[in-house]
């Protein structure tokens, strides 16, 4: 079967909006007040969305994370905006490798 250009044209047009539609979340700039953090940490935690699939090891896990880059960022000399295009990759990379496993008899 030979492809002709058209075909070929929406081929690269499909695959390009699959790569569209998995957007993987990144570091936006901005600024926060240190209430505000609290206040929007203390949401995340008492939601109680997560608590589903949110076992406390994982919870561990999230406290440790966050306490380090907590750390890191408050050391002197530390300017973790001029490193997002790394943390953006990081955030990337765990974004790729830890992907929710599908529901069973749920067809992808």
Same mark, same amino acid.
């Given at each position: 079967?030979?492809?002709?250009?058209?075909?070929?044209?929406?081929?690269?047009?499909? +695959?390009?909006e699959e790569v569209e539609?998995?957007?993987?979340?990144? !570091? &936006? @700039? /901005?600024?926060? +007040?240190?209430?505000?953090?609290?206040?929007?940490?203390?949401?995340? !935690? &008492? @939601? /109680?969305?997560?608590?589903?699939?949110?076992?406390?090891?994982?919870?561990?896990?999230?406290?440790?994370?966050e306490a380090f880059v907590?750390?890191?960022?408050?050391?002197?000399?530390?300017?973790?905006?001029?490193?997002?295009?790394?943390?953006?990759?990081?955030?990337?990379?765990?974004?790729?490798?830890?992907?929710?496993?599908?529901?069973?008899?749920?067809?992808?």
């Amino acid at each position: 079967m030979k492809i002709n250009k058209e075909i070929l044209k929406d081929i690269i047009r499909e +695959s390009i909006e699959e790569v569209e539609d998995e957007k993987v979340p990144g !570091i &936006k @700039s /901005g600024t926060m +007040s240190t209430s505000k953090r609290q206040r929007s940490a203390r949401d995340r !935690i &008492k @939601s /109680g969305q997560q608590d589903k699939e949110f076992s406390s090891q994982e919870k561990s896990i999230v406290d440790q994370f966050e306490a380090f880059v907590s750390e890191l960022a408050g050391k002197p000399g530390v300017d973790l905006m001029a490193h997002r295009p790394l943390l953006n990759r990081i955030i990337a990379l765990l974004h790729k490798t830890i992907k929710p496993k599908p529901a069973q008899g749920v067809q992808e």
